[in-house]
């Protein structure tokens, strides 16, 4: 089993850090957080679609470049690394994800090829009441009309299309949705450069995903495709929180020596490369049941998404104890990979839920 990535995708990372680095700066983020009403960095979402970025893992019929997760696996690192402001994980991880896997051949024809260019900004939602069970969609469709609500549903303030779990006389089914007219209630969040809303459906029209009656392994599918590439989003912001502390314990001078001296900060930032290392090596499992198919990948996510849940709430909390005071003020960059981490660890379930889909996966292989 080999973990290490070829020179091609190693090139690839080297072209992704170079544009992140000019474009996803703290001072672009920073300015997505102070406008109101600005959810991503259109420009940069602009550039990754000259770069083709969300056609990375997109089949060619599909308008996409048919590169696989591990490329994607790439991106999602460097992305974190940097705070990209842009609705990838919903868009890419997620909606495309439910529609290679469920839809119909002329669905995937119709809706693939806008959601690879990056016109189309596609979501998943499926949490209710910040549920996500089979047991809580309560979501109806009638006359394929849908009525209800989900909540919360990251990236519904700029979506354009959403592809929705809806319950029907016979289950519960994926439906793709046109967001044009749905009321869209903003929740407030903590992370100002993701949006949270409730997505208020009144009778919508809803175009059924597919042909398949139960839509739960699509869905679990999908979270676990969601899990393994967050993780190395998390990854990448864990590795960058550990860095932010290392640079400023440098330059921070107290009692005439830099601060990176003491046993104590010393302590922490050891701590914050272990979780990061431990991290990054149950990601690489994780991508490997991925890019392989493997029947390990419910166990595989789970394992990465609880490590890196872990590991970058850790190195996020540490870095902004480590710049002391000024660590959680708004001015200063700490802040926002906190917030970043908070938002990343409970999109698409807290830990709880994978750890528990993690000890399920080891006691049926016992």
């Known amino acids: 089993m080999d973990f290490a990535f070829s020179k091609d995708q190693e090139a690839m990372r080297d072209a992704a850090t170079r544009l992140l680095g000019d474009l996803s700066t703290m001072e672009s983020v920073h300015k997505v957080f ?3 009403g600005v959810y991503f960095d259109e420009k940069l979402w602009k550039q990754m679609a000259e770069n083709g970025w969300q056609g990375t893992a997109i089949p060619e019929a599909y308008g996409g470049y048919d590169m696989g997760y591990l490329e994607l696996a790439i991106l999602a690192e460097e992305m974190g690394r940097n705070l990209a402001c842009v609705p990838f994980s919903s868009s890419i991880y997620m909606a495309a994800e439910a529609i290679l896997q469920a839809g119909s ?29 089979e ?11 849908l009525r ?24 519960v089914r994926l439906y793709v949705v046109s967001l044009e007219g749905v009321e869209r209630k903003v929740l407030k969040s903590m992370e100002r450069s993701r949006s949270l809303v409730s997505l208020i ?31 190395f989003e998390q ?25 990176g001296s003491f046993q104590s900060i010393k302590h922490r930032i050891a701590d914050m490369y272990m979780k990061n290392e431990l991290a990054r090596s149950d990601c690489f499992y994780g991508a490997w049941a991925l890019s392989t198919g493997s029947e390990k ?49 409970f999109v698409i379930g807290g830990p709880s839920i994978w750890r528990d889909q993690l000890t399920a996966c080891l006691v049926a292989a016992v």
């Open 297 to 345: 990948l419910p166990e595989a996510a789970a394992l990465s998404r609880v490590a890196a849940c872990e590991a970058f709430a850790f190195a996020a909390q540490e870095n902004v104890q480590v710049h002391g005071g000024i660590g959680f003020t708004w001015q200063a960059d700490p802040h926002l990979f906190l917030k970043r981490a908070k938002f990343l660890e």
């Open 201 to 231: 459906f009144n009778g919508v029209d809803a175009e059924p995903l597919g042909t398949a009656v139960q839509a739960w392994p699509v869905v679990e599918r999908v979270l676990n495709t969601a899990a393994v590439l967050m993780a």
């Open 105 to 133: 051949e002329e669905q995937k024809k119709r809706y693939l090829p806008g959601i690879a260019s990056g016109e189309t900004i596609a979501t998943f939602a499926l949490a209710e009441d910040g549920y996500l069970d």
């Open 235 to 259: 990854v990448g912001g864990a590795q960058r929180s550990q860095a932010m502390a290392v640079d400023y314990a440098k330059e921070r001078y107290a009692f005439g020596r830099p601060i």
């Open 135 to 145: 047991k809580h969609v309560e979501l109806k469709v009638e006359n394929g009309k």
């Open 148 to 171: 209800g609500t989900k909540s919360p549903v990251a990236d519904g303030a700029i979506a354009d299309l959403a592809v929705v779990a809806a319950r029907g006389s016979d289950g």
């Open 34 to 36: 102070d406008a109101d």
